[in-house]
């Protein structure tokens, strides 16, 4: 893999401050900055701060807003939502095997791959040369995040390993496979009913490509500075490692690090499991902040990449209501930065006790 060095930032006039002492391997970095104007009515002097961080890992850098309410809890009656656009959705029970593609019998002779009740087939919007989507169930059009379990969780994502390995095999050219997730309309997703996304391509995204291009050490001291400073850590639950994103893309932003593999594809049945119960605790979490939308990314690099680890990105989206405010803004989408108002810090104390537990 090659080096690749997070940049340095120009802070301005902001003061940057290392966040860990120099004995550690890697140095956290941020830049505080302020803001100064004059109150609307007095004129009295005001000041507001922004952090701006550096991500460890990328390089990329993200600013954390003083709180501003930007993120609302759901006020949105979802049921009644689903209720309304039921009739019409291609993944429920009635129409499912008459509405979705089926799957070349290269890839899997019966057209479509279940396991329990999850059920993947052919995205008929591809994204790739590869491209799936699996329900995690045709019964459950409406699933809020408070009823996410592991059952649910896991049975889907083994269709989603099935098919990276199916893959894999009828199109070796196809190295680079990802699941993802744009769970409600907010997160960009078309469909109601709740689903994940699979790609397996022969070109790595945008992403992939960064991350498979930072050192192996470099994801290690990551994950070490975490573990010592334990502001963000959230544990470990037996091979995988979740932390709150030091410098977020998008809010509640969690992350998760497997060692030893590097690809979905490699994922055994005990992995897909305990992947699967992190994402259930952090996605009941979402619900107990008062989330229903997130979006989800595990990122694969080519099978038996040497000292990548498999890692996974997963945030949370603005709530669906009639006229909500997008969480996605000219910085996110235009200049490639977060600004977020949810500090990672009150994310890791509010969600925490259910990783520790």
Known sequence: MAECAPPDVDSGSGKAETILEPRYAMELRRHLLTAEMLEPGTERVIHTSIDVRIDPLTGHSSRILPERGLMPANDFDLAA??????????FCPERINSLTPTLPPTIHPEGRIARGEAVLFPNLHAYSPHSCVSVYSPRLH?????????????????????????????????????INANHMLPSGSSLFHPHLQGIVDPQPTTQQKMLAAVPAERFESYLKAERQTGERYLGNTGRVEWVVSFAPIAPAELRAFIKGISSPAELDEDLVAELAHGLMLALNAYAEMGFQSFNLALYGAPVATDGYPLNLRLA??????????????????????????LAPEMVAERIGERFRA
């Open 316 to 341: 949370c989206r603005s709530n669906l209501k009639a006229f909500y405010r997008s969480d996605s803004t000219l910085l996110e989408r235009l200049h490639w930065e977060g600004a977020v108002d």
């Open 142 to 178: 409406h699933l809020p995040l408070e009823d996410m379990t592991d059952r649910l969780v896991t049975d889907n994502l083994r269709t989603q390993v099935a098919y990276a390995r199916a893959v894999m095999a009828a199109d070796p050219e196809s190295r680079w496979a990802s």
């Open 81 to 90: 939502f689903a209720r309304e656009n039921q009739p019409r959705c291609p």
